[in-house]
């Protein structure tokens, strides 16, 4: 294998070697410069960042325009290696017997991922500031980041099975990070405990599949599977395994139980990262399994994914109704979004309109972040100052905070689907997707479901605009990390609804790895 | 060429804005003022074109890859760009005699609602002026939209200002955060299944666009006009929108909470403007785009206009609240232009190929339209006076009133002339469009047009028994011996409404002129089904 190939893994390098890094200094340190260990940690992520960009551009070899999106590259496998001349240039090739791949999915959810790592990290600064063991939240935190992008490139179950463990651990530890709060630690350790019995559940599922194909590797699985019948019960037994695992990444239910409990324990940046983090890398995760290894099996993973859609987003919508815990609140809600996110994985239908499944997934992805990392940098700038994270306690924010209330407004728009925002360009697509594949009552469940988030969504609102603030209440400051996070995450959750071109473009490159030719 | 629809659905946006760096209250107020007077101008500017292109017209409208001879489609003000290439969504932006009424009227009752509101509205000045511009964004942009994403886009972005002038300044007595949550949630549920409609539209048309004018213009030969579960599905979705924002009986529940609650100007703008969005759906979209399955659904619609226009009455006359009885009332009023809706609808294609019926569905949509219009500028003018009434009395409670005639008989005086308006008087403004409806109706629903007769006899017993009888006669009580009457700022608010209340009735040509072009443009494209 040529050394260059290590070019194509350089997102994820940079991260755990920064993380390396910064554990090694933290050490010499001790609690003395945890601020430089943080942006040590915040130039990670951007050169993560910059190198993702990078790596998904191509140097088109037919192409006379020079710079394009594209690129595919399959490592650590028996015959692709090639050289790094062969790499660079776009070739494809069979990327069967490949355990981790480096193409245009991978490379948008490194780009997702690095920037939910950047986002949730400068709404950490002065949420670790105030508290012990920063360098190590930090290194922990790059960890996470990089197994988040690790999962959605693994194209082996070996490897998948290892990734989610890899990132499942460090969200246990993140999660539990304030060791003298008890919620935290209940939290920590109730989310272990589920985490443990779905690993070992989606592990059982991977097994009838090794036993079954006698291989580990997707598209080898997918090609046994693919031509014989035979395979139908157990593939999909054992796909339903592997939800287990999946969905709880996800929370999707019934696997979501975890999530309400952790969210409210959980160091609220930690929350932000675990609403958007796992969720995302599981449906990397989805994708890839469903679309190379049990898609022949059209009608049942349409009727599972069309199943679990219902139940996800009507529980959590309707369980949200009720909360006045934010963090809870919008633990329920993210469920709620997950589950529109699993129509888009019901109406995957091959088409070429740009009304297409996979399409649809990745534009709510991205919506999704920003509004959601958007939602909890508000409430976190609110707690660092007050410590509330109950409704009842963001009476009259419009006059305490009326930047915080306005944003905190529109970002609730846009989880409910109101335009001009991103989170409705998200549920265009979705239902719109649906309605191509022939699900329109998916989607006409769908919107009923967003009318009635809508009603809580509005419940946030309401305090901070109708009530009025207890006498005393000194106006609410955040520092310039916060307001920098809050004007990339308003600003992209506007401007993807203004010109979501580049984004669909992006997504769709995602999705021309299934071979979905988009027009 | 002046793009006059951009600046006139986004000069308010700015100004917003502007609104949020301004220092004190009284800059904020003059500014609101004076800026929501520039849409105006342009406004009246571009009516003034289009009506001096009155026909014959020697004008293509050209823009979007759309090409239409104004001789069968009046739009003009075409404005286009690319905005989401994928999936053919453009900004396309015109306005035809449908559209430039409405679009003028929101104007009109902005800077009319801001310059009362000036004076009454004391906290939080620099929310109310910014949101209520912004409601006027959201409002306009539906009315030039000609595009099926940018049409929802802004349908949408008027609730959330709504919803805040509604919740906020709302009186504590009306429950206003409930009814502002109720009108959200109503509408939205609504608008929601026309997106499913428009998403299938798109899907379903050949080739696959979001554009109205093509969609309406190819319609007969789009694949989901041959299709007709999706059709009818796509149908339904729209219908669900407009007639609740109408609203249309049964969906009418949120309207007496909403207007009830909604300050001064807020219910102005709700029953001025927001009712409008529906009825403008009506026209714009179902008639155009689905002829087919408005002709089949014709006579059921028209059966529930004519329960909202007879029960609306009904509920009016039982209100012993005057801001709720103009709220009903205005069920009521939407009744007659979803009969004018029916009425043209209920055409058959035999039916098309007679002058005589195409006179009468003429004549039902012009009569719906202006009827539309008429309304905005009655009902605007009513909930006006309820709201100065209630600034001086600081009650509703029509059993404590009486005797205002000669009390105040400034506001008597104009109570009366509204009145008369709304009842439908000849001569004032909300005779013409009835009137025309009733003749559009006669022909094709007869039947319904002899029930709707009888709706007219009841609104003229709410308004003579309920508004003029309980306010205007009988016996001042004590407590409103000292009563002042209205202001030099009230009579300012009300007297463009009251010259246009004459002017339509005594002169309706200058309007009507406007929107037959764009009726008959409507009944040329439903020719084609």
Redesign the interface.
């Known amino acids: 294998m040529d050394v260059f190939v290590l070019f194509y893994l350089s997102p994820e390098l940079i991260l755990m070697g920064f993380a390396l890094l910064i554990l090694g200094l933290d050490l010499l340190w001790r609690e003395r410069n945890a601020q430089t260990l943080g942006y040590l940690a915040l130039a990670a992520l951007v050169a993560a960042l910059g190198m993702s960009i990078v790596l998904g551009l191509r140097v088109s070899a037919t192409d006379a325009s020079g710079l394009q999106w594209g690129n595919q590259v399959a490592l650590f496998c028996g015959v692709c290696g090639g050289t790094f001349a062969d790499l660079l240039y776009w070739a494809p090739r069979d990327l069967a017997d490949a355990l981790y791949v480096s193409d245009n999915l991978t490379n948008f959810f490194r780009i997702v991922g690095s920037l939910t790592g950047i986002i949730v990290l400068m709404a950490s600064f002065d949420y670790m500031r105030a508290r012990k063991y920063a360098g190590e939240f930090y290194a922990l935190f790059l960890l996470a980041v990089a197994a988040l992008i690790m999962m959605a490139a693994s194209t082996n179950l070996l490897m998948i099975f290892l990734t989610l463990e890899f990132l499942s651990i460090m969200s246990y530890i993140l999660t539990g990070f304030l060791r003298e709060d008890k919620r935290s630690i209940e939290a920590a350790l109730k989310y272990f405990l589920y985490g443990a019995i779905a690993s070992a559940v989606m592990l059982y599922g991977m097994s009838l599949f090794y036993g079954a194909t006698g291989s580990l590797n997707l598209g080898e699985i997918g090609k046994v599977i693919t031509g014989d019948t035979n395979y139908e019960i157990m593939a999909l037994f054992a796909f339903g395994l592997m939800l287990a695992g999946i969905g709880f990444k996800i929370a999707l239910v019934p696997f979501h139980m975890w999530a309400p409990d952790a969210y409210e324990g959980a160091p609220t940046p930690v929350t932000a990262f675990l609403s958007v983090g796992p969720k995302v890398a599981g449906f990397a995760v989805l994708l890839r399994v469903v679309l190379q290894v049990i898609v022949v099996y059209r009608n049942d993973w349409v009727t599972i994914f069309a199943t679990l859609a219902i139940l996800t987003m009507t529980l959590g919508n309707v369980v949200a109704l009720t909360q006045t815990n934010l963090k809870r609140l919008l633990a329920y809600s993210s469920i709620a979004q997950a589950g529109y996110m699993l129509i888009g994985m019901a109406s995957i239908s091959f088409s070429a309109n740009p009304l297409e499944g996979i399409n649809a997934v990745l534009i709510y992805i991205a919506a999704y972040l920003f509004t959601n990392l958007g939602a909890f940098l508000v409430v976190i700038a609110i707690e660092n100052k007050t410590g509330a994270v109950d409704l009842s306690q963001y009476s009259g924010m419009i006059k305490r905070a009326p930047g915080l209330a306005v944003l905190m407004v529109y970002f609730m728009l846009s989880l409910a689907g109101i335009p001009p925002t991103a989170g409705f360009l998200g549920k265009f697509f979705v239902f719109g997707a649906a309605i191509n594949a022939d699900l329109g009552w998916l989607a006409a469940i769908g919107v009923i479901n967003s009318v009635i988030s809508l009603f809580y969504y509005m419940r946030v609102i309401r305090p901070m605009f109708f009530e009025v603030a207890p006498e005393g209440a000194a106006p609410i400051t955040y520092s310039r990390w916060i307001r920098a996070g809050l004007v990339i995450t308003s600003v992209m959750t506007l401007l993807i609804m203004l010109l979501p071109m580049p984004l669909f473009n992006l997504a769709s490159y995602g999705a021309q790895i299934f071979g979905v030719a988009m027009r | 060429m002046i793009p006059y629809l951009s600046l006139i659905t986004f000069i308010p946006l700015l100004g917003a804005i502007i609104i949020l760096f301004l220092p004190n209250d009284k800059a904020i107020k003059q500014f609101a003022i004076a800026w929501s007077i520039i849409p105006l101008v342009l406004a009246t500017v571009a009516w003034a074109t289009l009506s001096s292109w009155a026909p014959p017209y020697n004008f293509v409208y050209n823009a979007c890859g759309v090409t239409i001879d104004s001789a069968s489609a009046g739009y003009t003000f075409g404005e286009c760009a690319p905005w989401?290439?994928?999936?053919g969504i453009q900004y396309h932006l015109g306005a035809d005699g449908l559209s430039m009424p409405l679009i003028w009227l929101t104007t009109l009752l902005t800077t009319l609602g801001l310059f009362y509101s000036a004076k009454v509205i004391q906290n939080r000045v620099k929310?109310f002026f910014a949101l209520f511009l912004l409601l006027e964004v959201g409002m306009l942009g539906v009315f030039v939209s000609l595009d099926l994403?940018l049409f929802?886009?802004f349908w949408?972005?008027g609730?959330?200002p709504m919803?805040?002038l509604i919740?906020?300044w709302g009186h504590d007595t009306d429950r206003?955060?409930y009814a502002a949550?109720k009108f959200?949630?109503y509408t939205?549920?609504g608008s929601?299944?026309m997106?499913?409609g428009i998403?299938?539209l798109?899907?379903y048309s050949s080739p696959?666009t979001f554009d109205m004018t093509l969609l309406a213009a190819n319609q007969a030969n789009m694949p989901f006009s041959k299709d007709v579960l999706i059709s009818s599905?796509a149908f339904l979705g729209f219908f669900l929108a407009f007639s609740i924002k109408m609203p249309l009986f049964p969906f009418h529940t949120w309207l007496p909470d909403a207007h009830t609650a909604a300050p001064t100007a807020g219910s102005v703008i709700l029953a001025g403007i927001l009712l409008k969005l529906g009825g403008y759906g009506f026209f714009r979209i179902l008639l155009p785009i689905f002829p087919q399955v408005s002709q089949q659904w014709a006579f059921w619609i028209g059966v529930l206009a004519v329960i909202s226009i007879v029960y609306g009455a009904l509920v009016a006359m039982a209100q012993t609240d005057f801001k709720r009885l103009v709220a009903y009332s205005s069920v009521n009023h939407m009744g007659f232009v979803i009969l004018g809706f029916a009425a043209a609808a209920a055409l058959t294609a035999e039916q098309m190929q007679n002058p005589h019926y195409i006179n009468n569905g003429a004549s039902a949509i012009n009569g719906a339209v202006l009827a539309m219009f008429s309304h905005g500028v009655i009902t605007g003018g009513l909930f006006f006076l309820v709201g100065m009434l209630y600034e001086r009395t600081h009650t509703r409670e029509l059993a404590l009133f009486g005797g205002f005639g000669s009390q105040i008989p400034v506001y008597g005086a104009l109570l009366l002339l509204t009145s008369f308006a709304s009842l439908g008087l000849p001569g004032l403004a909300g005779f013409v469009g009835e009137f025309m409806v009733m003749n559009g109706a006669y022909s094709t629903l007869t039947l319904l047009a002899f029930i709707a007769v009888w709706g007219i006899v009841f609104t003229a017993a709410y308004f003579l028994w309920k508004i003029i009888q309980k306010i205007l006669l009988g016996n001042v009580s004590e407590q409103w011996a000292k009563l002042p009457d209205l202001k030099g700022y009230e009579i300012l608010t009300l007297a463009p409404l009251a010259v246009l209340m004459f002017a339509i009735g005594l002169f309706p040509n200058w309007i009507l002129d406007t929107i037959n072009t764009a009726s008959i443009a409507i009944l040329e494209y439903m020719k084609r089904m």
């Open positions: 989401i290439s994928t999936l929310e994403f929802y886009v949408e972005i609730l959330v919803y805040f919740g906020i206003p955060q949550i959200f949630m939205l549920a929601v299944f997106l499913l998403i299938a798109y899907l696959n599905l």
